[in-house]
């Protein structure tokens, strides 16, 4: 088997199982979100602990401790991706997640705006008129929910953050999920040591049932990721944010399919317009590799030319 073949497999294996997700937390009911965040703090940093221990891959930490910059921006990310975990997690165990989906399509058009907002780069017009479509379906969905869809653009908000300070922390991607929770860590430890001295920790009243799933999070969080890494070494860019909206698509069919979420008439308009957003950006980010590849290409031919 190829090794893009392989990547491919291990793409899709990750958008999958992040796909599934609203599956899995109903089945945590009726632990609050609160909980179930902190749970999967201290579980996915058990488990992440397990992997680098098992690949024997130790030698980042120390210089991590003596890079002051990365040691700044390492709570930022924890942060972000706590507020991220726990809004999806109420997102979906609240009964909205055709609105967590929609957090997660409006995402590349958030990064898009950062790119413009904070790293001061120029938008080509179909990222512009992306924006644009994006903007309009989010003034539709307001009107359609009667308030801003505020689950939607929290997750949307709060991953783009956390996609920009992890393009600037530039670590590895187990290496810097465990740098976070270990962050988080003790924190969310004190507050499942709390509830369980006040007698109203799910984990101890609910049963071994509910305490294995509780305890499963770790490994639901970081068997995708690992896929995912495997993916990313092994695919292009351009494969890799194809990918990337394979887990909505699938959050978006379980929330109208599986959990008959209402989808009135004015949701479907905003819903498209967004999907038309990121059609737009699709066939761009496209054409622009293309070019660069035609602009490489022309480039090894006239150096080639010139060598002769």
């Given at each position: 088997?190829?090794?893009?073949?392989?990547?491919?497999?291990?793409?899709?294996?990750?958008?999958?199982?992040?796909?599934?997700?609203?599956?899995?937390?109903?089945?945590?009911?009726?632990?609050?979100?609160?909980?179930?965040?902190?749970?999967?703090?201290?579980?996915?940093?058990?488990?992440?602990?397990?992997?680098?221990?098992?690949?024997?891959?130790?030698?980042?930490?120390?210089?991590?401790?003596?890079?002051?910059?990365?040691?700044?921006?390492?709570?930022?990310?924890?942060?972000?991706?706590?507020?991220?975990?726990?809004?999806?997690?109420?997102?979906?165990?609240?009964?909205?997640?055709?609105?967590?989906?929609?957090?997660?399509?409006?995402?590349?058009?958030?990064?898009?705006l950062f790119g413009v907002l904070l790293l001061k780069e120029r938008l080509r017009r179909p990222q512009w008129a992306a924006v644009g479509l994006g903007s309009i379906a989010v003034v539709v969905?307001?009107?359609?929910?009667?308030?801003?869809?505020?689950?939607?653009?929290?997750?949307?908000?709060?991953?783009g953050t956390y996609g920009l300070v992890k393009k600037t922390l530039n670590m590895g991607a187990v290496e810097s999920l465990s740098a976070e929770t270990a962050i988080l860590a003790p924190v969310a430890a004190l507050y499942l040591v709390f509830l369980a001295s006040t007698g109203?920790?799910?984990?101890?009243?609910?049963?071994?049932?509910?305490?294995?799933?509780?305890?499963?999070?770790?490994?639901?969080?970081?068997?995708?990721?690992?896929?995912?890494?495997?993916?990313?070494?092994?695919?292009?860019?351009?494969?890799?944010?194809?990918?990337?909206?394979?887990?909505?698509?699938?959050?978006?069919?379980?929330?109208?399919?599986?959990?008959?979420?209402?989808?009135?008439?004015?949701?479907?308009?905003?819903?498209?317009?967004?999907?038309?957003?990121?059609?737009?950006?699709?066939?761009?980010?496209?054409?622009?590799?293309?070019?660069?590849?035609?602009?490489?290409?022309?480039?090894?031919?006239?150096?080639?030319?010139?060598?002769?």
């Amino acid at each position: 088997m190829s090794e893009r073949r392989r990547g491919l497999i291990y793409g899709l294996s990750a958008y999958l199982l992040w796909g599934l997700f609203p599956l899995y937390f109903p089945l945590l009911d009726p632990t609050p979100p609160v909980e179930i965040l902190a749970h999967r703090i201290v579980w996915s940093l058990v488990v992440l602990l397990l992997v680098i221990a098992i690949t024997r891959r130790w030698s980042w930490i120390r210089p991590l401790l003596r890079d002051r910059r990365r040691m700044v921006l390492l709570p930022a990310a924890a942060v972000t991706i706590a507020i991220n975990w726990g809004v999806y997690i109420y997102g979906v165990n609240s009964g909205q997640v055709v609105q967590t989906s929609l957090g997660y399509f409006i995402n590349p058009l958030v990064s898009v705006l950062f790119g413009v907002l904070l790293l001061k780069e120029r938008l080509r017009r179909p990222q512009w008129a992306a924006v644009g479509l994006g903007s309009i379906a989010v003034v539709v969905l307001t009107v359609d929910y009667g308030g801003l869809p505020w689950i939607a653009l929290t997750l949307a908000v709060s991953f783009g953050t956390y996609g920009l300070v992890k393009k600037t922390l530039n670590m590895g991607a187990v290496e810097s999920l465990s740098a976070e929770t270990a962050i988080l860590a003790p924190v969310a430890a004190l507050y499942l040591v709390f509830l369980a001295s006040t007698g109203s920790s799910a984990f101890v009243t609910e049963g071994p049932r509910m305490a294995a799933l509780l305890a499963s999070l770790g490994v639901i969080t970081v068997v995708p990721l690992l896929f995912f890494g495997a993916s990313a070494t092994r695919l292009p860019l351009t494969w890799i944010g194809l990918l990337q909206y394979t887990a909505p698509v699938l959050q978006f069919l379980i929330g109208v399919y599986v959990y008959n979420e209402p989808m009135p008439a004015s949701r479907w308009i905003g819903f498209a317009l967004v999907w038309s957003a990121l059609v737009v950006l699709a066939i761009d980010s496209l054409v622009a590799v293309r070019r660069g590849r035609a602009r490489v290409d022309l480039e090894i031919d006239e150096a080639a030319q010139e060598a002769r």
